[in-house]
């Protein structure tokens, strides 16, 4: 069955840098978008980055473009995220999703791993 795991999160100050990792399994990850989306307790899911299969097309949200980069290895089946200049509005759950998703409403239906926690704090 499709298994998505993050990891990577963790407790960095403002200014920090992080890369988050999602490794998949259960499906032909080579030929799937993906995306990476992000959820502060009790609110909505945020789109964060998306990209296409093959690596070479990507986009993300106006708040982190700049600053985030969503890359892929699909001989590994892994997707990351590389995270810098983090600030406080940054800290949430991070989790990969299969697909390539911009709403927040069509990130909530779609599957997803437990998440990993990045919390930016001094």
């Known amino acids: 069955q499709v ?10 100050q403002p200014g920090g840098s992080l890369r988050l990792s999602c490794a998949a399994s259960g499906f032909s990850f080579n030929t799937s978008p993906m995306t990476w989306a992000r959820q502060v307790p009790g609110k909505d899911f945020e789109w964060v980055c998306s990209i296409f ?3 070479g097309s990507s986009a993300c949200e106006d708040s982190v473009e700049g600053r985030f980069t969503i890359s892929r290895d699909n001989a590994n089946k892994m997707l990351y995220l590389h995270m810098r200049d983090l600030t406080v ?4 759950v991070y989790y990969c999703v299969r697909g390539y998703y ?5 990130i909530t239906s779609r599957f997803k791993g ?4 990045v919390t930016v704090s001094s």
Request: charged residues 25%.
């Open 3 to 12: 298994q998505l795991v993050e990891s990577g999160g963790d407790q960095v």
């Open 53 to 55: 299969s093959g690596g």
């Open 89 to 92: 509005e940054d800290t949430a």
């Open 102 to 106: 911009t709403d927040g409403a069509e």
């Open 114 to 117: 437990p998440g990993t926690r």
